[in-house]
């Protein structure tokens, strides 16, 4: 990554890093804890109403869902080979 991307993350302090301590060349990436708060904060109450919300689905409700999800996607990334080509 370039250094203005880097300074673009580590300025505002999203991220922060380090260097690997098993190999110098390499640097450790985390989210800093600004941006975990931030995230919890926009996306904390979203995932628990939908962990609720799948939780009321039996086994069999999941499965039919997640064929339907799978398929779907082979449908549209098939579609859009064609629209490419």
Same mark, same amino acid.
Do not use: N
């Given at each position: 990554?370039? /250094? ?6 580590? %300025? ?5 890093? #380090?260097?690997?301590?098993? *190999? ?5 990436? /985390? ?12 996306? %904390?109450? $979203?995932?628990?109403? %939908?962990?609720? =919300? ?16 799978? #398929? #779907? ?5 098939? =579609? $859009? *080979?064609?629209?490419?080509?």
């Amino acid at each position: 990554m370039s /250094r203005p991307c880097w300074t673009a993350w580590t %300025g505002p302090g999203y991220v922060t890093r #380090s260097p690997d301590p098993r *190999d110098r060349r390499k640097s450790v990436v /985390r989210p800093a804890p600004r941006a975990v708060r931030a995230v919890e904060e926009i996306f %904390g109450p $979203l995932a628990r109403d %939908g962990f609720r =919300h799948v939780a009321r689905c039996t086994t069999e409700q999941l499965e039919l869902l997640l064929d339907f999800m799978r #398929s #779907s996607r082979e449908l549209q990334e098939r =579609h $859009l *080979d064609r629209i490419r080509s």
